[in-house]
């Protein structure tokens, strides 16, 4: 299974930007994606995964409200809108997969695939 993460990009405070994470090797079916980050000089976080069962969505609490995460199976992609961004957003981020769900999807250790992160930068 490889994921591709794409759709990063330079934009103004208050802006949007939308990633795509495609994935290839298996279908969307029974597979849970998830966007994490890594912000200069911090660890990767949790943003957003989108569950297989019953393809519900969890966010970071940093995301809630402003991110929406999806799902396009005749794509094989899901996407992580990303609005009203601020400078804070800053970072690489990354998706991953798995064949898990519920609360393990919050975690790196629940997943065992990733893809290589797209550079988000927002400007003040």
Known sequence: VQLQA???GLVQAGGS??????VSGRTLERYSVG????RPGNEREFVAASSWRMSTAS???SASGRFTISRE???????????SLN????????CAGSSSTGSTLKYG??????GQGTQVTVSS
């Open 87 to 94: 400078p804070e957003d800053t970072a690489v981020y990354y």
């Open 59 to 61: 966010y970071a609490d």
């Open 35 to 38: 966007w994490f980050r890594q």
């Open 109 to 114: 250790r629940g997943y065992n695939s990733w």
């Open 73 to 83: 199976s005749a794509k094989n992609t899901v996407y992580l809108q990303m609005n």
């Open 17 to 22: 930007l939308r990633l795509s994470c495609a």
């Open 6 to 8: 794409s759709g990063g």
